[in-house]
């Protein structure tokens, strides 16, 4: 549980590409299984998104969450001091997964 941001690809990429600015998410996860997710564009042509509410386990080690009512990045996967946002599609990792981690705030 914590909070967590970092700047990751933009919606339709699967790692960073030329010119991509990415968007910044802010992602606060709570002990009572709720959270707040907002996902900003760094180019500034959309309004930042806001998405509040529970989540839940999707493996039985209690290590992936999916985030109730976000379409799309809605799975991450807890590591020591960071989250990884998981493909959506697949449940697993992006090939350039380390363009998608954030990284815990102290």
Excluded at 63 to 86: A, H, M, P, Y
């Amino acid at each position: 549980m914590g909070q967590y941001k970092g700047i990751l690809p933009c919606a339709a990429c699967t790692s960073f590409c030329e010119g991509c600015e990415g968007m910044t998410v802010d992602l606060d996860v709570k002990e009572n299984q709720t959270f707040k997710l907002v996902r900003t564009s760094n180019s500034g042509h959309n309004k930042p998104e806001v998405h509040e509410g529970k989540f839940i386990f999707v493996d039985n080690g209690k290590l992936k969450i999916q985030l109730n009512g976000v379409s799309e990045r809605n799975t991450v996967l807890w590591q020591q001091d960071s989250v990884e946002v998981l493909d959506t599609k697949t449940g697993l990792s992006y090939e350039a997964y380390l363009d998608f981690e954030l990284t815990r705030k102290t």
